[in-house]
Every structure is written in structure tokens, then in C-alpha cells.
T-cell receptor, first 112, second 111 residues
Framework: KAGVTQTPRYLIKTRGQQVTLSCSPISGHRSVSWYQQTPGQGLQFLFEYFSETQRNKGNFPGRFSGRQFSNSRSEMNVSTLELGDSALYLC???????????FGPGTRLTVL | TQLLEQSPQFLSIQEGENLTVYCNSSSVFSSLQWYRQEPGEGPVLLVTVVTGGEVKKLKRLTFQFGDARKDSSLHITAAQPGDTGLYLCAGGWGSWGKLQFGAGTQVVVTP
């Protein structure tokens, strides 16, 4: 079974731009969660989608948004990028037992 | 503020030695996961423990979930260079995809 895939793997943007990251979950998994990982804050939960609905949300500003499609693929969008948004963005998928999550390789976002 | 405290933050040992990493919290979790992450990659799931007092063994790795489901430990026997990585514990409340991660323990095993 193929694992979680994320595209692109690397991205360089400048302040004020917006960015869209994509995640394809493991086949059959309907839950997709997004996390931000930085050296200072570690892994922090952004939000989780299940069957196209956002079920849970972390403490991030409204510039961070996401969506999920009917095939369970998910996208995350960050608008008006700030330098502090530079991070590894990780997507994880799970079956109905949401506690066990399988992570993708991440998208490394650098904001200049 | 980290709800999950991992210790130590860094561990450097020689091949063949044993090591233990701890994960402690004041919160009760419905489950706890351990992951290993290598630079530039996503965390790889090692184990999920759900029952207080549960012990799981995965080859040279032994995982324990505390009786009160607030803490966990990871013990590696006869460590090998391939065990090098960032070990992360994550607690779940069964609340739909939201895992609380510890800051991680960087383990370096030298030949």
C-alpha cells in the first residue's frame, strides 16, 4: 500500500505571497491532519479533516486554511506569508481510529 | 508550553549500549504513539499503546504505557547506528486527529 504523499517537497516563497500544499493520504484513510514543525516549537497541530469536513482545529491564525476533497486528498493554504511561517509542514492520515497517524515526508517551506 | 515532556533532550551513546527515553504528562491520554524521525523526513510510526500498564516489544525496542496513562517510556537494547534519530512521543485523546507531541529526544548512536 502506498504511503502518504506530499507535494511539493520544497518551496521557496517571499513575504506576502500565498502558498498551497497538497497531501494524498493512504488509500482508504478518510482522516487527514496537518502539522507544522519548527525547531523552536516542535510539532504543532494545525487542523484535521474527515470526509471533507474540518473536525478539529489548532491555535493558528486564519491565514492558515485547508480543505479536503471527495477522494480524501487534502490541501493546505497559507496566505500573506510571514518569515515565521518557514517550517516543515507535515500531513498525516489515519483510518477511523484517528489516534494512530501515518505521516508523509513533509513540505519544506522557506519564506524569504 | 509542552503538555508532554520528553527527557532527555539529547542522548549520545556507543553502539551496543542500552538507552531509555521518557515521556511524561499531567494529562491522561487515551493512547500514546512513539515515532522516529530522520532529518528532512516525516515521523515514522513505531508503536501505539492504548492500555494503562501495557508493554509492547518490537525487536530491540520496548515500549511501556504508565498505569495512569500519563507517561510512557521507550527502551532500546543494544543500540545500533541505525537507531539514530529524533524520537517523538505523541498523546491522543481520541479527539479526531489532534495529537499532542513532545519536543523529542535526539538519539545518536556511534559505531
Amino acid at each position: 500500500k502506498a504511503g502518504v504523499t506530499q507535494t511539493p517537497r520544497y518551496l521557496i516563497k517571499t513575504r506576502g505571497q500565498q502558498v498551497t500544499l497538497s497531501c494524498s493520504p493512504i488509500s482508504g484513510h478518510r482522516s487527514v491532519s496537518w502539522y507544522q514543525q519548527t525547531p523552536g516549537q516542535g510539532l504543532q497541530f494545525l487542523f484535521e479533516y474527515f470526509s471533507e469536513t474540518q473536525r478539529n482545529k489548532g491555535n493558528f491564525p486564519g491565514r492558515f486554511s485547508g480543505r479536503q476533497f471527495s477522494n480524501s486528498r487534502s490541501e493546505m493554504n497559507v496566505s500573506t506569508l510571514e518569515l515565521g511561517d518557514s517550517a516543515l509542514y507535515l500531513c498525516a492520515s489515519s483510518s477511523d481510529r484517528a489516534d494512530t497517524q501515518y505521516f508523509g515526508p513533509g513540505t519544506r517551506l522557506t519564506v524569504l | 508550553t509542552q503538555l508532554l515532556e520528553q527527557s532527555p533532550q539529547f542522548l549520545s551513546i556507543q553502539e551496543g549500549e542500552n538507552l531509555t527515553v521518557y515521556c511524561n504528562s499531567s494529562s491522561v491520554f487515551s493512547s500514546l504513539q512513539w515515532y522516529r524521525q530522520e532529518p528532512g523526513e516525516g515521523p515514522v510510526l513505531l508503536v501505539t499503546v492504548v492500555t494503562g500498564g501495557e508493554v509492547k516489544k518490537l525487536k530491540r525496542l520496548t515500549f511501556q504505557f504508565g498505569d495512569a496513562r500519563k507517561d510512557s517510556s521507550l527502551h532500546i537494547t543494544a543500540a545500533q547506528p541505525g537507531d539514530t534519530g529524533l524520537y517523538l512521543c505523541a498523546g491522543g485523546w481520541g479527539s479526531w486527529g489532534k495529537l499532542q507531541f513532545g519536543a523529542g529526544t535526539q538519539v545518536v548512536v556511534t559505531p
